[in-house]
Structure formats: structure tokens, C-alpha cells
């Protein structure tokens, strides 16, 4: 946490040296769903409570610098394991019940889809004739649609894992080139992601929905 607070007042922030200043509850919803506070065990209600002593009359947060440090407890502090690679998934038949068990497993924690919404299109496929006598084959066309299912609706816990699993191999790059200077590339690293692409857009929910959809009626299409 303190880390954060001198890299967000360093030599050339515009920040007030004794204030950290959070333009709304969007800057709290941003840092909620990028995977920085224990999903598993705050919700967004509650940490966006943790903050109304610092609401300010326009809504902006002006946090001193121990107000920020308390919030330590909010933030995710254990192991963070590896995203899902769904080009990995095992191709084949797969039951109905298997799927649903992938979805406990892997495609709810992975997604913002909750596993209603996961089991109503399950139903849906059904009815339609995707699914048939309780099976679907798994091929890599599903795959692919599964994992623009992820790329579009990631958890914070897989945007968390995928923040991880980027400055691990951004090390490994530094320290594979530490040794070859002269040969290093000299092209632009890719800008960060806006903010905008961390807030849930309000057709969101039907896209989703038929991604999902897409994605339960079967591989080939």
C-alpha cells in the first residue's frame, strides 16, 4: 500500500503531497474489479463503504496518507494462481453434468456469468437441440468461444491472474535481455487498459448472454 502511495506522488504527479485523491466511486469500482481487493471475501458494497468518511460534498475521496495504509486489509494478499488457459481444455465428448461441474470449477471464477445465468443457458441449448442426449463435443472451435467468453467478461480473480501472470514473464523478459543489451527491442510497450474497460457497460448482460449461448450450442459453427 505504501508502495502505491509514492508512485502516485512521485516527481511528476500532480497529486497533493499529503492527499490521495479518488475522482468517484468509479476509481473504487475500477480498483474492485482489477483484482486489487479480496473479492472472496468483500463485496463492492463494502468496500466502497470503507470509504464514505472520505467522501468529499462532489464525490471525489480525499484519503490522507494513514487513511489509505488502513485499507491494507481490503487488499488480496495470498498466492495467485495461474489464469485458465481454455486452449488447453480436453477436446472430446463431454456430459452435461461435466459441464456444469467446469463451470463450478473454472468458467464462474473466471467470469462476471454467474452460474443461474450458466445453468439457464444450459436449458436453452437443450431446448434448441444443441445439446443432445446430454452431451456436447468439445472441439476447437468451442474453444475459441470460450475463451472470448473470458477475454470479454473476466472476474476480477482472472484479471488478477492475468496482471500476475504479465509482470512474471515481463520479468523474465528483463531478465533474459539483462544479458544482451544491444539486442533488445526497441518497440513501444502496449498502453494500459482504460478504465473504461473495467466498467460493466449496460448491454452487457445480453452480450454475454448470447456469447454464452453461442458457446453452449457446440463447436463447428
Avoid at 473504487?28 to 472520505?54: C, H, M, P, R
Avoid at 544479458?179 to 473504461?196: G, L, N, V
Amino acid at each position: 500500500m505504501e508502495n502505491i502511495w509514492d508512485k502516485l506522488h512521485d516527481s511528476s504527479s500532480k497529486m497533493p503531497p499529503d492527499l490521495l485523491i479518488l475522482e468517484g466511486d468509479h476509481d473504487l469500482i475500477y480498483l474492485y474489479n482489477s483484482g486489487f481487493v479480496d473479492t472472496d471475501k468483500f463485496s463492492l458494497e463494502k468496500w466502497i463503504q470503507a470509504f464514505k468518511l472520505s467522501k468529499q460534498a462532489k464525490g471525489a475521496y480525499h484519503l490522507t496518507k494513514s487513511q489509505w495504509l488502513e485499507k491494507v486489509s481490503y487488499r488480496y494478499n495470498e498466492l495467485v494462481p495461474p489464469p485458465f488457459n481454455p486452449l488447453r481444455l480436453r477436446s472430446g465428448v463431454w456430459t452435461v453434468t461435466q459441464l456444469k461441474q467446469f463451470a463450478k470449477d473454472v468458467i464462474i471464477p473466471e467470469t462476471i456469468l454467474t452460474y443461474e445465468q450458466y445453468l439457464k443457458g444450459l436449458r436453452e441449448a437443450e431446448r434448441k437441440g444443441d445439446i443432445k442426449d446430454g452431451q456436447v463435443t468439445i472441439d476447437d472451435a468451442w474453444k475459441q468461444k470460450l475463451k472470448k467468453l473470458l477475454e470479454d467478461f473476466p472476474s476480477p480473480q482472472r484479471r488478477r491472474a492475468l496482471a500476475v501472470q504479465k509482470a512474471r514473464r515481463r520479468e523474465e523478459m528483463e531478465d533474459a535481455s539483462s544479458t544482451a543489451a544491444p539486442y533488445a527491442s526497441t518497440a513501444p510497450t502496449a498502453a494500459a487498459a482504460p478504465k473504461s474497460a473495467y466498467e460493466q457497460k449496460p448491454d452487457q448482460r445480453k452480450q454475454m448472454s448470447n456469447q454464452l449461448a453461442d458457446l453452449l450450442s457446440g463447436g463447428k459453427k
